[in-house]
């Protein structure tokens, strides 16, 4: 009779929820292209406040950053920004400027600890408009916790 120690079973059976959960989190997580036209180009150079919040573009960047949020996000931070508990919920990052740096930290740095990866480098793959049009679509779903 074959004979499997409880500790050797449990250890694979942690590891293989981890690799599927993995998988599963990064199949989901092929950053899409998201079409900006319509939008206030901003150039290369970072802004540190969300150039559509009082402009004329605010519709536009609503369209958009709700598709390329749900694209590009969801499948960590959840379907209409609420969280699942993978990632936290970004319905309640502050609306105004401070919420804006912290959300330009992120985006661009991502967040990387003991060499894992929780969150890629979003900026890597998508435009300083995409990401601002989804910052406007965030601030129209923010709730105070
Ligand atoms: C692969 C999963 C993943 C994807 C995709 C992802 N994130 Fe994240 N994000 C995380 C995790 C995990 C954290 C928490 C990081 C930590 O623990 O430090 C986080 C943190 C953040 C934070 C800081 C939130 C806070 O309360 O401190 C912001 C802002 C953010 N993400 C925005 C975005 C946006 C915008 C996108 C899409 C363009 C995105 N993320 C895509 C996993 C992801």
Not at 47 to 53: D, G, I, S, V
Not at 55 to 79: T, V
Not at 110 to 125: C, E, F
């Amino acid at each position: 009779m074959i004979r499997i120690s409880t500790t050797v079973l449990t250890a694979t059976l942690i590891s293989l929820l981890a690799a599927s959960g993995l998988a599963l989190a990064h199949g989901n997580v092929v950053p899409q292209a998201v079409a900006t036209e319509g939008l206030e180009p901003l150039g290369a150079e970072w802004r540190t406040e969300n150039p559509y919040r009082d402009s004329k573009d605010h519709g536009r960047a609503l369209e958009i950053g709700s598709s390329a949020y749900n694209q590009n996000c969801a499948a960590c931070h959840g379907l209409e920004a609420k969280s699942g508990g993978i990632a936290p919920d970004l319905r309640l990052l502050d609306v105004g400027v401070a919420g804006d740096e912290w959300f330009v930290e992120r985006v661009r740095n991502g967040a990387v600890r003991d060499g894992r990866v929780y969150m890629p480098k979003m900026a890597d793959y998508l435009s300083q408009e995409a990401l601002w049009a989804v910052r406007t679509y965030l601030d129209s779903v923010h709730v105070e916790e």
